[in-house]
């Protein structure tokens, strides 16, 4: 019996757009948007860093700005680095039907500059039971800790839980773990899923 669902939260409760928060710090660089790119999500592993909590806040802001030869201002960077967030009106709506009925988890890769301006924020973030995110728990999916993470928060069994991710990698090692992982695409198909588990959707 499905007791809990567990959310990712990027491009499942809100999506998210890199670019735009590399089009704004472009503006304070003599470097295009393609090579800040390259420079901070392929070069480097500073956002990985950030978020498994190797490196503070502070120093994830020195090293880019560096890195890049940015000149702005930390205030203006948390708001474009922030600021990259749309959120999903249907999972929102999802998750609010779902409270009643199910425990609710959220599970995510995430830093503490997102999860502080950004999900903290969102008008479910207070449906949640449970919180697991990277940054505190110092690792990262798919690694197996951060999901056993949220199911100690949960207390519950793994085959009583249901996680929902974008990335099929990180659904699938919560399935790797007897969770019922699925791997969402759109919200009809998330919707069609959970009720192949049994869930109560209406």
Not at 18 to 40: D, M, P, Q, R, Y
Not at 71 to 89: K, L, V
Not at 179 to 201: F, W
């Amino acid at each position: 019996m499905i007791k809990a669902i567990i959310f990712d939260y990027g491009n499942v409760i809100s999506a998210l757009d890199n670019n735009l928060f590399l089009k704004e710090i472009a503006g304070c660089s003599e470097k295009t948007v393609s090579e800040l790119h390259e420079l901070i999500y392929v070069q480097s592993d500073l956002p990985g860093q950030y978020e498994t909590g190797l490196i503070t806040s502070d120093e994830f802001f020195a090293l880019t700005k560096k890195l890049c030869g940015l000149s702005i201002s930390q205030t203006d960077f948390i708001g474009a680095f922030t600021g990259i967030f749309t959120p999903i009106p249907s999972t929102l709506a999802l998750i609010e039907r779902l409270k009643p009925d199910y425990m609710l988890g959220l599970l995510s890769n995430t830093n503490e500059w997102d999860f502080k301006y950004e999900i903290e924020k969102i008008r479910v973030f207070d449906l949640f039971d449970t919180v697991t995110v990277s940054y505190r728990v110092k690792a990262m999916k798919p690694d197996r800790k951060i999901y056993l993470d949220a199911l100690n928060k949960l207390g519950l069994k793994p085959e009583e839980c249901i996680y929902i991710d974008d990335i099929k990698e990180y659904s699938d090692a919560a399935s790797a773990i007897g969770i019922r992982g699925i791997h969402y695409i759109d919200h009809n198909s998330l919707l069609e899923s959970l009720a192949s588990l049994g869930c109560n959707i209406q």
